[in-house]
């Protein structure tokens, strides 16, 4: 038989498994443990030593023989003193230990309350560190002043060294001789410098600034997580407190910053972790995650406020203690950091405290200074224009509103004007494609049971779900999520709106109001159109509204009537007089401006709601159109024609006016101000269309012949693909001359001699031809007699 059996079970792998996992966790506790016990200690030996360096800084070190010492103490100390062997030392190291003693304390502590002095584990670098906390002057003894120096250290230890100030005049003539100690000797003061010698070396101090700024960001950009800490010594530099340097360094170091916050901060917010996910156990890699984003907020707020301060300072004229910039240098700064927080604005949008950026930004959109308040207004158009969630312009706008009704709406044009950037109109044709598209539709619980089996409604329901999760995955975006923000900012707009129209009718807001409602009209409400209308016809008959104003209030009235009020019954006729009215005032110099909102409102007036127009209207519009499209700049001349040609399409009715007969009884009344009595039946195209044959521009010719010939779309005179599918809006755009430049380009004119008269007999009248002559004959010279004069006079009477 074999040894027998023992008793006693074999661990399982699974049991040594769990042990060895308990294993490594009680070694992880102890090394964290430890870790902490050192950190401890060395947080209580640097507090130590900050208390010992107070004291030692505070006391006064009087010498030895000031303290008294008990009897028993002085007895054991001379018993000790005598049982000591004297021949092991030398005479000179008994003559030194004497000298020294009758001298001050030369130790760092003192004897009266210290602790024991025989620690036998005390290291030398312990020994080192307490001469540092004794002050490098003494004060004043009983018996002579003595300055301690700085110890020297070799193999033996430490041997302190002193000197009284009768020595200092021969320690001066010493520090010449190679054999002492090197010391740069102190610069000369910059009021001791000249101008070239300052300038050289604050050159030489920004260079050094540039270079450590440098340095830093590249470390923080190359390795982010592990360098976060140096974003606070970055951010340290912006206290520079030296005067010749302070602003630029400043301005260096905001920019810096700025640029460095942009290329490290995540695509995500990071949101604060709860106490849960504090106290949970989580991977090194995690961990060391959460301390980088951890640092990266607070760095990143700290610098926001710094930023924000700096404007604050710039706008109450504040100027702080340091004295290190200059009043006048606040401006600068604050130039720089609005700069900064716009920059920030527009690229981390989805960053945290970016609602507090705004807050910041918008009331520097109404500052008196142009160049803050146009950099501000700049940064929130981009923000409008590449916010394509709409959760940051919904914020934007909540801020805005908030602050022109806190102003009581004395804010600057430019402030309401930023809101025609933003991205709203896309919302309603993203709705009617989604609300076109066939949507994803899944089985029903009875549908399962009546068609499938069991088993393949099991794996029915489990495809459904995993086809949900996958559709939740891909959209990045949610649709109606995005239209319900569009219709919150939607409504907060139109509510500044309907404020200002209200309430401050003769502000200097009403065009930007009015040019905004041309811009969302399509997106009003039903319910406020009949009040609309109203306010608008009043303004008009008003007459306090500039042209471009009246040219809004048309626009805006037939954007709602040609999109979603085309099912009211309202005949606007009053609103075509009025336009009617206002074409002969377009200015035909460079600024026309005007002439693009009336190309708009044309193509809304006669083209869309052509069945709501009679012939009488279109032909008066016709031809006032082609009378002012002899004076206007070419691309102004070339947005009309091509609106004529649509009118023309839209009307065919209209080739009357190239025919040479009348149509009707009566004659044109060209100054009459309304369309429909004005008799354009009668009157002709050929007037305006063949001074238009000479013009210079070679697109106004092409399409002077075109018309002239009935706008036809085929034929040797139809025009070309290019001139025919474009809109007259679109042509306004592409023939503009604002680079002063033309397209195409214009020839110049030919050099031909001039005819000239030849002198002779050029008239028939002979009578006539006499008197010129005579004119033109110069006077004989002849002398004046006045005395002859004055005795014919004199025999008169």
Known sequence: MGPPRSKKRRPTFRRLLKTSGVKLENKLKNRQLKQQNVAKKQRKEQKRLRQAVKGAAGDTPRPLETYRKRPEEEEEEEEFLESLPTDMMEQEDLQQMTAMARQASFITRDLSSCGPVHGGRKRKSDVARSYEKVPRKMARTEEKEVIHLLPIKDKTGVIPQSKQPEEEEQGEEQEEEPDDVDTEAEPPSCQEMTPAQRERLRNQKLNERKLTIAGLASAIVSDPIGSIKRVKELRGMLMEADPSVAVTVRKLVMVSLMEVFKDIAPTYRIRPLTSAEKAAKVKKETQVLREFEEGLVSQYKFYLEDLEQTVKDWKQKKKKRSQAVALQAYGGLAEVAVRCLCELLVALPHFNFHNNIVVVLAPLMNDSTKKVSGMCCDAFRKLFQQDRVGGASLATVRVISGLVKSLNYNVRPELLRTLLSLRIKEVEMKKDIEAAAPKKKFMTNKERKKNLSRMQRKWKKAEEKLEKELLEA???????????????????????????????????????????????????????????????????????????????????????????????????????????????????????????????????????????????????????????????????????????????????????????????????????????????????????????????????????VHLSQGAPSEGSAALSVELSRRSSVELFDDYSIKDMTFNPPVASPSLKKKDHFVVGATLLDAELQRRIECALTPAKDTQLDFTAAHTHKTTQH
């Open 474 to 704: 891909e959209a990045s975006e949610s649709k109606d999520k995005k239209i319900k923000l569009h219709t919150e900012t939607l409504n907060i707009v139109f509510l500044i709106y309907f404020r200002i129209l209200k309430k401050a009718q003769k502000s200097v807001l009403l065009p930007a109001v009015l040019e905004g409602l041309a811009n969302f009209a399509h997106l009003i409400n039903l319910e406020f159109f009949d009040d609309l209308l109203n306010v608008l016809q009043d303004l008009i008959q008003a007459g306090d509204l500039s042209n471009k104003e009246t040219l809004h209030c048309i626009q805006t009235v037939f954007t709602i009537l040609s999109g979603q009020g085309d099912v009211l019954n309202i005949d606007p006729l009053n609103f075509y007089s009025q336009l009617y009215k206002l074409l002969p005032r377009l200015h035909a110099g460079g600024p026309n401006d005007d002439a693009i909102i009336v190309l708009r409102c044309l193509d809304a007036m006669l083209t869309r709601r052509r069945k709501q127009v009679t012939l009488q209207r279109a032909m008066a519009f016709v031809k006032r159109l082609s009378t002012i499209s002899l004076h206007v700049m070419p691309n102004a001349s070339v947005g009309i024609l091509a609106t004529n040609r649509a009118t023309m399409h839209s009307f065919p009715k209209c080739d009357f006016l190239l025919d040479n007969e009348i149509q009707g009884s009566g004659f044109y009344l060209p100054e009459l101000d309304e369309p429909e009595h004005c008799n354009a039946q009668n009157t002709a195209l050929w007037e305006h269309l063949r001074a238009l044959y000479h013009h210079y521009h070679p697109v106004v010719r092409r399409f002077a």
